[in-house]
Structures are given as C-alpha cells and as structure tokens.
C-alpha cells in the first residue's frame, strides 16, 4: 500500500505565501506524476499544479505565477509555495500522485487566507 503524507498549511495572512511538501511510502515501484488540488466546500477538486517525473511543471491559469510546484525523486516528495495568497486560495489542499499505476491522495491540509 501507498500512502501520502502531506505538512504545512494553516492560516496564512491576505498577501501572504504558504509553503506544502507531501511525501510517498509504502511499496513504491513507480512514480509518474506528482501534483496539489484544491476542494472549496461543496465543489470537486480543482487541479493547483502537476509536475512530470522530469521536473516539468503545469499549471492551469488561476495558479500560473503565484504557486511553484517542485519534486525530489530522491525523497519520493512534492512540494508547493504560494506567493500573494488571497482570500479565494482558502480551500483544502490535497497532494495527488500517480504511483505505480494508480492515483493517490493525501488527506487533505487546510489553508485559510484571512486576516
């Protein structure tokens, strides 16, 4: 079994930056994608970032600029920083993996933007 764990979150001042890392254990035999979604209350997952195993980032245009997505190979780990947060950025982050074959999620980390 696979799991990943995820650190960091919380409350974050307006204009604030955040910073997430997620790592994978478990019985690990490969390691696609790695990336962060977001759930607001009552709506699906939206994606934040998504990096490719060579270190290529995507991002869709409401987090272009602002988040930086990143990954060790080495530590089985992703990480996100988010520059000048805002109020619209409160949501539960989850970190996303595809490993050996199959989606993974983390359980989910809180970020409140407020003053």
């Known amino acids: 079994q696979v799991q990943l764990a995820e650190s960091g979150g919380g409350l974050v001042q307006p204009g604030g930056s955040l910073s997430l890392s997620c790592a994978a254990s478990g019985n690990i035999f490969s390691i696609y994608n790695l990336g962060w979604y977001r759930q607001y209350p009552g709506k699906g997952r939206e994606m934040v970032a998504l990096i490719t195993p060579t270190g290529v980032a995507h991002y869709p245009e409401s987090s272009r600029g602002r988040f930086t997505v990143s990954r060790d190979n080495a530590k089985n780990s992703v990480y996100l920083q988010g520059n000048n947060l805002e109020p619209e950025d409160t949501a539960v982050y989850y970190c996303?993996?595809?490993?050996?074959?199959?989606?993974?999620w983390g359980q989910g980390t809180q970020v409140t933007v407020s003053s």
């Open positions: 996303y993996g595809l490993i050996n074959d199959q989606v993974y």
